[in-house]
Every structure is written in C-alpha cells, then in structure tokens.
C-alpha cells in the first residue's frame, strides 16, 4: 500500500476522498505522498479516480474529505490560481486567438512581468522544446506534436515547481509519443521540477516514471517504481493491468515460507510464491509472466512442479516467439521466447510441459 | 520534380484537353443538379420577393405620371421657364386643355394631382376643380362651326373625315366594329389638320375603348372644336378631300371672323392658381420620366429653382427619424449583448437538463404573438402599469413623478430589447457552446483570475458569436415597425413606421420607396463596414 507520510514531502494526499454526487466516491481515501522532484504517473483504468486527483490537486475540483497539502501547506482553500502549478491539458488547451508567444507570454503577464523579462522567458521556455522559430505563429497553424511542446513550455514559462499532467499525449501517433515521452521525461530532471503525470497508457507510465501509482476503484492499489511494479505486483489487478500476464485459479494448499503450493481447478499442482494470499484452503490467483515460463526441462529445478501444455498457436514476432497454449483449461496461457540461434520453436499440436521458478510465480488475491 | 511541372504549358488531362477545362466541364453537371434542387425555392423567391421589391423600390426614381397624363403638355412645358415670371403661353394652355379633357374623361386627373401635392400642397384640389370643368373650354368654337356647318360638330361627319378608308369601310360593312375596331386616323387628314385629328383620336378611342360606344354617336368633345379652330387658324389654306372639303373650307374662310377664347383666361375662372409661375414649374419640374425627387424629399431636401436645397429647419424629419432609428438600434443592440450574454454563457454551461429548461424559457417568447408581447408591454410601461406601481410602492418614486416609460424612446427600447434578446442569445450561445471549458481552467492553472480568465481568454473567443448576434438584432431592429407603432409614441417611432405611414395613409409611394432604398442602402453599408472591420468569416451562426 502507500507509503504514508515522510518528513520531505512536497505533495501529500492525506484520507483525500471526493464524491460528486454525495451517494458515490470516486476517490476513496487516498493517501500519497511525494518528494520533490519526483515524476510520479497515476495510472489507471477509466473511471478509477486518478484525473479527478489530478484536478484536486490543481484546484478544479475540491476534495470532499481530507486534506491535500503542497510543501506542508494545505491547499484545500486556495483557489486555482493562487496554487502556482503548471499544467498540460489532454487537448493542449492552447488559446486559439494567441500567438505561440502570446500564449506563453501569457502567464507572465498575469503575474505582472515585464516585457523584457517577459521575452526573455518566453524565448528561453520556446528554446527548451525546441520551438523557438515558432513564436509567431497560432496554435492552428501547428501539428499536434507542435502544440503539444507549445503547451509543454506554457506550463513551464512562469517556473513552477510541480507540473500535472493529463494525459499529454494521449492524442498523438506512437512515434511521436514515443518522442515526446522522452523529451518530456529528461526536461523534467533537467529542471528538477515535480511532475504528477496521469495516463492509461501503461508503457508510457513505465518508460517515464521514477514511481507509478497504480488506481482502480478509487484507490492506489500499488504505488512503486516501474521494475518493482512489473516484477512484483502486489494484487492481481496489478499484475493484470501492468504488461502481459497469465493467471491460473485454484485453492491454497500449502504454505512453506517463501513458498506455497497451489492446487488449480483441474487438480493440477503448482509452485508458487505467496505475496498477497489467505489461508490455506483460500482461493488464490497466480501469476506468471509469459517471458518466465520455460518448457525446456533441464532449466527447471529438479523437483519443481510441471503442468502439461498443448501448443494452440506459434506467432513468429520477430525479435520473439509468442506461443499460445492450452494449460488447465485455460486457453490464453502465453509464453513468450527470446528469438536465440538455439530457440526451439514449438508447432501446434505439440504436448510440452511447462515450469517456472517458484520466485517469478506469483500468488495474489482471488 | 513531377513530369507536369517540366511542361511550361497548362496541365492536359489523359485525353489531352487541358486539365481546368476537363474539370469544368465534369463540375457543370454537378452544378446544374444542385441549381435544379433550388430552383423551386428561386423561382419562389424571385417572383414573390426579388420581383416586387425590386418593382417597390423602382418607384422610389419613377415618375411617369406626368408624362403620361399630360404628354403634350409636357412636351409645350420644354420651351417655357420659371424664370420667365409668367405663366406659360396659349400653346401650353391649348396643349393642357387637350390634356385634361382627355385625363378627365379617364378620371387620370386626380391621381396626377395627388401625385403632385407631394410637391406642392393645393394642385391636387387645382386638378379636382379643373378635371370637372375643362369640358366647357372650347364651347364657343363648337357653337361658331355650328353655325357655319353643323357637320362640323357632327361625330359621324367628323368620324368620316378622320377615319383611315380602311377603317370607315370596314365599319360600313359591319357596324360593330365601330366599337371593336380602334379608330384610325387618316394620314393626309392628319398632315392638315394635325390637331383636331389627334383630339378627334383621343375622342374616338376614348368612346370606344372606355364607354365602349361607337364614335359616331357620342357627343363630341368642345376639346376637337378648339383643335380644329386652332388648326385653321394656323393654316388657314388646310385642305382635306372627301365628303367634309366644302365644310372644311368654309370653317377656313369663317375662321378669321370667330370670336376667339383666351386659354388661359378660362383656365384662371376655374382656378387663378393657373396663373401663378409655382404651378407651372412643378409641373415642368416632374414632367421627365425619372425623378432624383423622391430621394431629396427622403433626406429633407427638395427640388428648387436653383436646384436642389435643403428644407427648413422646422421641416426637417427623415434625416433625424434615420439617426434615431440607428441609434436606438444601437442601443437596442448593446442591451441584447449585456443581458443576453450571460444567458447564453449559463446555457452553454449549465448541466444539459437544466440548460434544456433554459432553452425553452428563451424560446417561449417566439411562441407567443410579436403583438401580444408588445402590448403587455404597454401593461407594464405605462403610468399607471404595474412597473410604476412597484416603483412608487417601493418608494423610489413619488406617486406624482411617476416614470414617463412608454409612449417614448425608452418604451421602444425596452420593449424591442425584450422581443429582439433571443436573436442574440441563440446565435451567442451556439458560439459559446463550442468554447471548451479547458480554456478557462487553463487561463486558470496559468495563473490568471476568473475575470482575466474571462476577459483574456474566454471573452475574444467569443467575439464571433456576438458578432453574429449583433448583425441580426441590429439589422433586424432598423427596419422594425410593429412595436415602435404600439410603445414609441411620437418620440419613439422609427424610419420603418414614417415608411408604414406613406405606403398606407399618404399613398406616396414613390417616397416611401426611395425612404425604403436608403434604408436598404444604409443596412448593406453597416454590413459592409462591418465586414471590413471584423471579417464576415468570424461571424458564426452555429456549429
């Protein structure tokens, strides 16, 4: 779960919960906190909460309970404004009637800066996205990409120190995105600025992030850097949200320390490691990763437990081999193999029997 | 480089005609279809709206009435002056009787005097006067040939003399087409006698194509009388052949010995305004086929001596009536945009059920008769209304001060504000509507307030949108007629109902359509103006 409160935090979220209807919450008691110059993602389904955190926290939206602070000041009761946080809109958001430099121009003016100092930082925020040659232009005239940095550099023109983000980039084509992600991600530790960026694209949230927190429900279910999050999933909405999963159900048999045994539907046994499991006799989901599982016996430890598989399909992708199998009645079982001089590629219709390492299989709630 | 560039001449299709005009021609087709689907509705239009307008607004330079009614009068008119300081000669005078006898007959006399009492009050009762007794102008010559021949006054002598043989044959054989037949005029007979023939003309045509009478029975116009007198004494050596050559001979011979009429004496008996040089030069004055009058008389001038110059002071009112009229249409415009915008902005951003609500309440007024609405108005405005009722209860005003809002120019404001704020609103709104809300939390998170959010950035986009509404209340409110008649009073009125008033009450329309035509002239102004200023393309009506 969430961490709670440290000393140096510059965002928290303390029991933040929102309902705009008064029957439902969206947000239920959120807790989060984050230290300067984090690039935090809150990622998620639709509906789980993470935007409406992100308005919360830009001021859009009040939080029905709890407090919000930004360095150790509550912010509950400071309208928009007054916050000083950068923002970049899913749509960009840029003024329609303004010139790129107009627009960025513009919340300096409101702070009343000069127009010399006003040019400068205009011209120095254009330099950082790389879009100086554009200043005269109106956001019609540019690309989606274009607007994109445009409202990038608006949002960072008066210097803030946390910039939210919804979404960015959810409009443009992967290349691009691909770019932007990158560009955005190393601008970011460039300035030093905290970023609280919100997606529902998962890649996006893996490449960019220093800490994922991952929503559903109106809750942070996991919140943890990439690789922790990937490789460690603490429920099984994790796992199944973040990358390519394979989950076989069954009841809890045994538990050994760091190891458990689990009995599958069809009477199967399987090794597993209980992360987030009840007692024995309790239904439990597993999970493996499909780049984990092997069927080349003399890599499996000598008395681990092997299921017997059915070859379905074998899609050559290139770089890898992606096999789908019939394991315990499941037919989405997925393994994925490195495209090596001495890979074995499987043919339908082939009976193998599959393993795995005890550590990388997973026992998660049900 | 593409292979097409690398020719210098025009890009060729693949059958080699020239690109631009193989897209014409496969564009015509499409084009024709597209003109046909409109053509019903451009067929209507321009006949139930191009047409008559366009006929409306022509009367506003058309002026044939005077050389129609009084062609040879007109024609006399060319030689003689105002500046002479006299009433014209005989000529005029022996032209207008031939005139007025025939537009008497035809009952053309008062319409032309109506027409010409725009110009000049008194001509219309002038012509009423003298359309009854110019029939007597001409009576002693008839007596005199009388008594020199009494075929000289004879219709059916007189018919034969003038007739072409063609005609007088024709009508022997069959005494029907006496009446059908329309009288001809003999050639010869006309070279000597041109006068009476023509006035024997109109005399015949006159009985047979109004009373539907043969010629040869009717009474004779004096009119003829005095043309033959005329023409006998210009030419005494006028010779015609036939049956009447004697008679025509003797009337010659008897001419020099007639007592003679003096025209204009007989005219003055009837009215001595003939007589007076003011007369006469309104008529010259209108005799031309086109007129700029109409157009002066709009914007307070009038046709003088000296050309055209500007009324008196105290005569002045149409430049006046069209400066109001804009300027409470600017008013009216501005109040649309103060108390429509907010609507329009709630509308656009209450929650759907709540902004549907809306929607109905702006909309219901249309429901609701344009007249019904403007006369509770009248309920509310008035001293004794409910408005000042409220005002006086609530103690703002004493009960003997109470406020003079209708009947006035803050009638008409209030009460057109009112009827014209949906033009406004819904034009506003479907601008709005399109503005998202991301705008304003962005202005926002910048750093701005609510109002600079409003002002910097919500505001401009919204621009288009009041443009839009703007043209339509304004264009709309400059010609409005209705509700300025019921709640403007006197002080209150617009061009529209000094339009009204010449169309329906002083049947000149010929001013009310050069008033029309400014009107029209200055609404393409503004609009052009307006396009100039703000651009046509930023004016959104939806979408």
């Known amino acids: 779960m969430a961490d709670g409160t440290s000393n140096n935090a510059f965002v928290e979220f303390e029991r933040v919960q929102k309902s705009y209807d008064g029957e439902k919450l969206v947000v239920k008691d959120l807790n989060l906190s984050m230290p300067k110059g984090e690039f935090l993602t809150m990622l998620g389904p639709s509906g789980s909460g993470k935007t409406t955190c992100l308005m919360m926290l830009a001021g859009f939206e009040t939080a029905t309970h709890g407090e919000i602070k930004l360095d150790g000041v509550s912010i509950n009761h400071i309208p928009p404004h007054k916050r000083g946080i950068g923002m970049v809109f899913q749509n ?60 990038l550099a608006r949002a960072l023109v008066f210097e803030p120190e946390l910039v939210l983000m919804d979404e960015p980039l959810g409009a443009l084509d992967k290349q691009l995105r691909e770019t932007l992600q990158f560009e955005i991600t190393n601008l970011a530790h460039q300035l030093g600025i905290t970023v609280v960026y919100v997606t529902h694209d998962q890649t996006e949230a893996l490449t960019m992030s220093d800490r994922v927190a991952v929503f559903d429900d109106g809750r942070i279910q996991q919140l943890a850097p990439p690789d922790e ?21 069954g009841t809890l048999k045994e538990v050994k320390g760091n190891s458990c045994i689990v009995q599958l539907d069809n009477g199967d046994i399987i090794d597993a490691m ?32 092997t299921l017997k598989a059915e070859v379905l399909e074998f899609i050559y992708m290139g770089d890898i081999f992606r096999t789908r199998l019939r394991v315990a009645g499941s037919e989405d079982f997925v393994i994925k193999s490195r495209n090596a001089p001495d890979q074995t590629r499987l043919t339908p219709g082939q009976q193998i029997e599959i393993g795995w390492m005890t550590e990388d299989c997973r026992a998660l709630d049900a | 480089m593409t292979e097409t560039s690398q020719h210098s001449g025009p890009v060729l299709a693949a059958d080699g005609r020239p690109l631009k005009a193989s897209l014409a021609r496969a564009l015509r087709r499409e084009k024709l279809r597209a003109m046909l689907l409109i053509a019903p509705l451009l067929v209507f239009i321009l006949i139930t709206f191009v047409v008559p307008i366009g006929q409306m607004l022509f009367r506003s330079v058309e002026n044939q009435i005077v050389s129609d009614v009084l062609p040879r009068t007109s024609e006399a008119l060319e030689e003689w002056s105002y500046n002479d300081g006299a009433a014209p000669g005989e000529a005029v005078f022996f032209a207008l009787t031939q005139d007025m006898v025939v537009a008497a007959e035809r009952k053309e006399h008062t319409r032309l005097g109506s027409r010409l009492n725009y110009e000049e009050s008194g001509i219309s009762s002038l012509f009423r006067k003298s359309g009854r007794k110019v029939d007597e102008i001409g009576e002693g010559y008839a007596d005199q040939f009388e008594a020199v021949n009494p075929m000289l006054v004879d219709p059916a002598a007189l018919t034969q003399l003038f007739a072409t043989s063609a005609w007088s044959e024709a009508v022997a054989s069959d005494a029907e087409l006496a009446v059908t037949r329309t009288f001809k005029v003999n050639k010869d007979v006309a070279e000597a006698l041109p006068r009476a023939s023509d006035a024997f003309r109109e005399f015949a045509v006159f009985n047979q194509s109004v009373d539907e009478k043969d010629p040869r029975k009717a009474k004779l116009w004096n009119s003829v009388s005095l043309a033959l007198f005329e023409d006998l004494r210009q030419n005494p050596a006028a010779t015609v052949d036939g049956p009447a050559s004697a008679a025509i001979a003797a009337a010659a011979a008897a001419v020099p010995a007639f007592d003679v009429e003096d025209l204009a004496q007989s005219f003055a008996k009837i009215d001595k305004d003939w007589l007076d040089p003011e007369v006469w030069t ?22 003088t001596v000296d050309g055209p110059a500007w009324r008196d002071e105290d005569q002045q009112i149409y430049l006046k009536l069209f400066w109001r009229t804009m300027l409470m249409s600017m008013t009216i415009t501005i ?3 103060l108390l429509g915008y907010p609507v329009a902005w709630l509308l656009a951003n209450l929650p759907t ?37 409220i005002v006086v209860w609530l103690g703002l005003v004493s009960d003997e001060n109470r406020l003079q809002l209708i009947n006035n120019a803050t009638g008409t404001i209030i009460a057109m504000t009112h009827i ?6 819904l034009p506003l709104f ?60 006197t002080k209150g009125v617009f061009i529209s109902n000094r339009i009204a008033y010449h169309i329906s009450s002083s049947l000149n329309w010929g001013l009310a359509a050069a008033l029309g035509a400014i009107l029209l002239a200055v609404v393409m102004l503004l609009y052009w103006a307006y396009d100039r200023i703000v651009g046509i393309d930023n004016v959104k009506l939806g979408g």
């Open chain 1, 92 to 151: 960009y958001a840029l003024f329609p009637h303004m010139t790129v430099a107009e627009n960025l121009s513009f919340p300096l003016e409101v702070r009343k800066i000069g127009k010399a100092e006003r040019e400068q930082k205009v011209m120095r925020a254009l330099g950082m996205v790389q879009m100086q040659d554009f200043a005269n232009r109106r956001p019609t005239q540019l690309s989606g990409g274009q607007q994109q940095r445009i409202a």
């Open chain 2, 335 to 337: 109040s649309c945009i």
């Open chain 2, 282 to 303: 309104v008529i010259k004055r209108y005799s031309p086929e086109f007129t700029n009058g109409y157009f002066l008389n709009a914007i307070d001038m009038e046709k």
């Open chain 1, 229 to 249: 999050l990937y490789e460690a999933p603490q429920n099984s909405f994790v796992a199944q949200f973040i990358g390519e999963n394979n989950t076989l159900e």
């Open chain 2, 430 to 489: 479907s601008v709005l509507k399109t503005i998202p809300p991301t705008y304003l939390r962005a202005a926002k998170s910048l750093g701005a307030t609510n109002w600079t959010a409003f002002w910097r950035v919500y505001f401009p986009q919204s621009v288009p949108g009041i443009g839009a509404g703007s043209i339509l209340v304004f264009i709309m409110s400059i010609g409005y007629y209705i509700t300025p008649e019921i709640v403007g009073g």
């Open chain 1, 274 to 305: 209980p992360v987030n499991v009840g007692a024995v006799g309790e239904r439990t989901k597993v999970s493996i990763r499909p780049e984990r599982v092997e069927f080349d016996k003399t890599r499996l430890k000598a008395d681990a437990h």
């Open chain 2, 353 to 389: 059920r709540q902004a549907n609500l809306l929607m109905i309440l702006v909309l219901l007024p249309f429901w609701t008769s344009l007249l019904v609405r403007t006369s509770a108005w009248k309920v509310l405005l008035q001293q004794q209304g409910v408005i000042n009722d």
């Open chain 2, 420 to 425: 014209l704020l949906p033009f406004m609103i």
